[in-house]
Nanobody, 118 residues
């Protein structure tokens, strides 16, 4: 049984920081990514880490993805948050190649809400 649990979301003011965590149990995956979805918007790629590390252009330089293999946990450090970052953030996992296409990820968490006020 695979379970991915996100935590660390909340309400912050613009310019603030949050650190999201994604704890995995049951399996160890090659690649874990973060995606986000705002109301009425398509789910979009944020960052992923595996054999390679990638960031979307919108978060590059502000967000940092990392992983603690001993804890089987992936983190997303989010700095200089902007109102446009407001969304539900999901972690997702897959085997093999590190990619940015959401549909190719096999397991998903339930999401954690991030709200950034202006």
């Amino acid at each position: 049984q695979v379970q991915l649990v996100e935590s660390g979301g909340g309400l912050v003011q613009a310019g603030g920081s949050l650190r999201l965590s994604c704890a995995a149990s049951g399996r160890t995956f090659d690649t874990v990514g973060w995606f986000r979805q705002a109301p009425g918007k398509e789910r979009e790629f944020v960052a992923t880490i595996g054999f390679s590390t990638y960031y979307s252009d919108s978060v590059k330089g502000r967000f940092t993805i990392s992983r603690d293999n001993a804890k089987n946990t992936v983190y997303l450090q989010m700095n200089n948050l902007k109102p446009e970052d407001t969304a539900v953030y999901y972690c997702a996992a897959k085997f093999g190649r590190t990619i940015v296409i959401a549909s190719r990820y096999s397991d998903w968490g339930q999401g954690t809400q991030v709200t950034v006020s202006s």
